[in-house]
Structure formats: structure tokens, C-alpha cells
């Protein structure tokens, strides 16, 4: 299995606009962090968690011209909005493409979008053509040569969905875990980990928050995603424990 990070930053990606603070004027590539998303491939599939709203230059950047089907973690505009770039795939494709969320977050979703839904007549390809399915948390699927499990987390007052891949999990927008949540993310190699910034925040996961579960989990590897611009990468590097590092755009993780 491979993981590509295509992005990592929150919502207001880094720069964040008008800012200039150290880090919004760096010059360290990896401090430049498009809207949070990844892509697992295993086999001949290849999926995205989320469509953000730097998704075209995401999948520029990767080299994307076919995705099999998008997960969700939830309706968030920093995790959907940039669902029309889907388009583009699927002229390349000439195919409908899967997109799977839980039911609460698929409703808004297809309520938002509903035009990216709808059935394509002839092969125009003018927007996006997408075909709308919901799990359940908890209950594993298989998405062509992907097997994974999505769970529920607490995200300040609503809920969002965090996914196991096999040795493999990937929890952003997270500030807390129920127990069966924790139940799910056991043995685990990798962890892909929301952390927002230094200080607590109301809906995110922050650095002391982030390396407790660390802790308690104990995968081999972990990576922080959903980084402001409170974090400067190389500074952050050097304050984090062994087998602890930011994540950035690009980088490619294999299992």
C-alpha cells in the first residue's frame, strides 16, 4: 500500500492569507501546506480522502488522471469544496466515479452538490459524475484491492470519520476518540494524526493532545496533518519524539 500526503494544512492552508508571520513567509516547500487530503493505492486502486479545495493542484502535482473513488471524512467546505475538479477525472476516465461518506455527511454532500449527482447524458463531461454510497462506522468495506474500516470521531460539536486501511489509519478533524474508536486504531504502523497547532483548540487535536494518543497507541510511524502556521517544519521536527514527524505535501509513505 502506498499513501501519498496531498496535502496538510488546515483550513485556511499555509500561507494563510495576509499573514506574515515566519512561517506563512518561508521559503521551505514543506511549509507550504495545500488543504488536508490524501491518496491510498493498493493494487490497481487508487482512492482520495476528501476533495479539497486545492484538489487541482494536488492531483496535478501527483500525477492524477484516474481515482476510483473518493472518501469523505465529512462535509466541511476545506474537505469537500473543490469536489468539481472531480470533472476533469472523469473525462479522463470516461466512467462515473464512487464516492462513499457516512450517511449525515453523504445528505449534505449531495445536497450541496447535487448537480455532481445527477446521471450524465451522452459523454460531455461538463461536471463532475458522481455515483453517492454511505457506510457504516464500524463495519469494514472493500473498495476494489482496498479493505478499510471507517470509525466515528468527535469534532467539537459534530461528528467526522477516521479510516483504518490495514496497518495504515488516517484521523484528521479529530479533538476526541470514543472508546471503540481507540478499539479500531489498535496495532496500527502507521498513523496519520490530526494536530492542529501548540494550543488547545475547540475542534482539533493539539500537539500535547496529539502525542497522548501517540502514546497510547503506539504505532511505529506517526505523522501530524492538519497543521497551521504555528508550525514551522524544521523547528517542529526537532521538538517531536522518535517516530514522530510533520507530515508535508508529497511525501510518499509505503507499507
Known sequence: MKITVLGCGTSSGVPALGCDCAVCQSKDPRNRRRRVSIMVEQGATRLIVDTSPDLRAQLLEANVTHIDAVLYSH????????????RSVNFNMRREIDVWGSEPTMDIVQERFGYAFRPMKGDIWSRPSLTPHSFQHGEAIEIGDVALTPFDQIHGRSL?????????????????????????LKGIKLWIIDCVGYHEHPTHAHLDLTLEWIARIKPERAVLTHMS???????????????????????????
Open 75 to 86: 462535509a466541511h467546505a476545506d474537505h469537500v469544496h473543490g469536489i468539481d475538479d472531480l
Open 160 to 184: 467526522s470519520s477516521g479510516f483504518r486501511f490495514g496497518d495504515a489509519a488516517y484521523c484528521t478533524d479529530v479533538k476526541e476518540f470514543p472508546d471503540h474508536a481507540f478499539d479500531a
Open 229 to 255: 502556521h504555528q508550525f514551522d517544519y524544521k523547528k517542529l521536527c526537532a521538538q517531536l519524539p522518535e517516530g514522530v514527524e510533520p507530515g508535508y505535501d508529497g511525501l510518499v509513505l509505503e507499507l
